[in-house]
């Protein structure tokens, strides 16, 4: 009876042939259910009734992968995916195929088998460790509990899962039903319910699976990408039915274009095209850049586009007095997600698109994330509603609105405007800088609102009864958050400088700084030119320095957070003009396995190299780490050297 019902789930969820009905399928699941409850000796881990039911955990172990989960540099448009062929003809020194595979918007899995039955499985997570989430796996009716064919002692098949959007209707529809809030899109209703502590609420979701990989195979040698894809299929996995292999670039780009157009006949999300060389052999000798396959290249779609009436213009202010306009538009739905605001950039890119309150707008999701308004529709334009000017005063505090010179955007001139405040607080708190768990979005308003933090050297003077008035504030959330205020005075200079959100200080200028001058008395009566000087300042950040540390409130603040026993020292390292990479400018974009962004950059820069925000023919390296991005595609376009961590940490060693 078990395999005449995971036949049924076979022919039903992979070949999408079903030879039952849906009421002889029920009758013979219940029989089985019956079976086994008056034989509990005979229940097995891959019996189907095993799907669902599964006690509760109580939080998620780790998954180890055997090899790496990989992420994937991305291509935008067909001269960089053509710039990604020749680069691998380049390396392979022929001609090369390649497998083409739907992008599945969903969530990657690896799922390990041992003799044929599914042991465990886990999400991707950092490539390295992820989720074992092997109870909700099991609740997925096309992820296989025992292979089919020939026992193998062990694979670990890799995959993406996912919702049908059929599903996402019928589960929103439901949940509306029973009063419950709806799910945004599919693909946060597949991640959530992969993450579900209690499986018979993943079960809910109806999930689905593809599988396109696998992370090691015993007792099997395969030779294509391909190949690999039907092998699966013989062991039971559903593979995506519209997966192709492309002998050359001209058919590649018209497979990427026709699902580009016929994205939305299918009842799943895709996002874009997955391009793999076809030869396994030479996907091992191109290996990898960081973390990213030289192998393979995500082709991303288009940004998904909509239009709607723009309502409102409204301004928020940001940390450094920014007026930044956002439009607020009639709701209108955009790959499954209800888009309600959008960013209009600034004052110039409202004027330069002619964007007026009335239009009808093209709203994208760039990225099929962030909504931003494109410009409005041609002929939907109702009358001649008025030019757009941002408030002459600040909308928050009332103070005059600066527009510089040669500058896009214009600014709040009151230093001590609430809006500016708030952000300026959140932003000191951030991790980043000096790290102050507790005090994020919401504290950092509810402060500056109570009038207890005027500035960031306020944050040292608060008491226990001071937090204890504000709502929702108990004994331990206040002792937490006033231990975390004590433990980042000893952050240290660098990270103080990058708190104070000095204009064009970022983390890393802020190290160069720190390790510099040593102690910011030392930089504050510095000059500007003495400023200038220093490789990686240059003069627009001197300026900006020395306007700071001339304001007397500036100055009144860092004297109170002296006073505090804020550190305001950092070690002084000579750089090293002759240093292994003196000369040498690097960009690094990605997550780095066991070094941070800024404590990398401060290794560069005391070794005599430069570190840049973006990538130009005058880069040097690219040091890539975990989901880099476009900065790793367009430096193997330039052909710039891409290192991983331990490619850098051999340059600082040689």
């Known amino acids: 009876m078990r395999e005449k019902i995971e036949e049924a789930n076979y022919r039903y969820y992979v070949l999408d042939d079903p030879k039952i009905s849906d009421a002889e399928y029920d009758r013979l699941f219940r029989q089985l259910v019956e079976l086994e409850a008056a034989h509990p000796e ?12 599964a006690i509760a955990a109580a939080g998620f172990p780790e998954y180890r992968h055997v090899r790496p989960m990989q992420s994937l540099a991305n291509a935008f448009d067909e001269d960089e995916l053509r710039a990604f062929d020749a680069r691998v003809r380049r390396l392979a020194g022929t001609d090369v195929a390649y497998t083409v595979e739907l992008k599945i918007d969903g969530l990657a899995i690896a799922a390990h088998y041992e003799d044929g039955a599914l042991v465990r499985g886990g999400t991707r997570g950092d490539g390295t460790i992820g989720e074992d989430v092997t109870a909700n796996l099991r609740t997925v009716k096309s992820i296989p509990l ?12 890799r995959g993406e899962v996912y919702m049908r959007k059929s599903d996402f209707e019928k589960l929103n529809a439901e949940r509306d039903a029973a009063g419950q809030a709806t799910f945004a899109n599919p693909r946060n209703a597949a991640s959530g319910g992969i993450r579900q502590l209690d499986p018979r609420l993943t079960a809910q979701r109806r999930l689905s699976f593809f599988a396109y990989a696998v992370g090691e ?9 391909f190949e690999l894809l039907a092998y699966l299929r013989s062991l039971g996995f559903p593979t995506n039915p519209h997966n192709a292999r492309c002998e050359t670039m001209d058919a590649l780009i018209a497979y990427c274009r026709r699902w580009e157009t016929e994205r939305d006949s299918l009842d799943y999300e895709i996002d874009g095209v997955v391009v793999k060389v076809d030869e396994l052999a030479l996907q091992e000798k191109l290996g990898s850049a960081g973390r990213d396959p030289r192998w393979a290249v995500a082709y991303k779609f288009r940004a998904r586009e909509a239009q709607t009436k723009l309502l409102e213009i409204r301004v928020n202010v940001g940390r450094t007095g920014t007026l930044n306009p956002y439009a607020v538009l009639e709701p209108v739905s955009i790959g499954g997600v209800t888009v309600r605001m959008a960013t209009l950039h600034n004052e110039g890119d409202i004027h330069r698109k002619d964007i007026r309150v009335g239009d009808v707008v093209i709203v994208r999701r760039a990225g099929d994330v962030i909504p931003e308004v494109v410009g409005p529709v041609p002929g939907e334009r109702k009358g001649n509603p008025p030019i757009y000017h941002l408030p002459k005063k600040c ?3 009332g103070s005059a609105v600066d527009h510089p010179e040669g500058e896009a955007m214009s600014r709040c001139t009151n230093a001590t405007c609430p809006a500016q405040r708030k952000e300026r607080i959140r932003h000191f708190c951030s991790r980043g800088a000096m790290d102050i768990e507790g005090i994020g979005d919401v504290l950092s308003s509810v402060l500056v609102d109570a009038d207890l933090v005027h500035d960031v050297s306020d944050l040292y003077a608060l008491t226990a009864d001071e937090l204890g008035t504000l709502p929702r504030m108990g ?10 205020i004590e433990n980042s005075k000893s952050r240290g200079l660098a990270r103080l400088l990058f708190g104070l959100g000095i204009r064009f ?5 802020a190290e160069i700084l720190a ?19 220093i490789d990686g300042v240059g003069p627009r950040i001197a300026e900006s320095l020395e306007l700071f540390f001339a304001q007397k409130p500036n100055r009144a603040m860092i004297d109170r957070l002296k006073r505090a026993g804020v550190d305001m020292t950092a070690p002084k390292r000579a750089r090293k003009a002759a240093g292994a990479l003196a000369g040498k400018t690097f960009v690094l974009t990605g997550t780095l396995p066991s070094l941070t962004r800024d404590e990398a950059s401060a290794k560069i820069v005391e070794a005599g190299g430069k570190v840049t925000g973006s990538v130009s023919k005058k880069t040097d390296y690219v040091i890539a780490g975990i989901e880099a991005g476009s900065k790793l595609t367009k430096a193997e376009s330039l052909g710039i050297a891409i290192l991983d961590e331990e490619g850098l940490k ?5």
Do not use: M, W, Y
């Open 42 to 53: 005979l229940i097995t881990p891959d019996s189907p009734t095993q799907r669902i039911g």
């Open 146 to 157: 025992r292979l089919r064919g020939e026992v193998l002692r062990r694979i670990e098949a």
């Open 217 to 225: 195979v015993e007792g099997e040698t395969l030779t294509t990408q």
């Open 395 to 397: 909308p928050v505090c």
């Open 475 to 484: 004994d331990k959330t206040v002792a937490n958050i006033l231990e975390a």
């Open 505 to 509: 200080v970022g983390a890393v200028n």
């Open 515 to 533: 390790s510099h001058f040593g102690s910011i008395d030392a930089l504050a009566a510095a000059s500007e030119d003495e400023l200038s000087e």
């Open 650 to 654: 051999k340059l600082l060693n040689p």
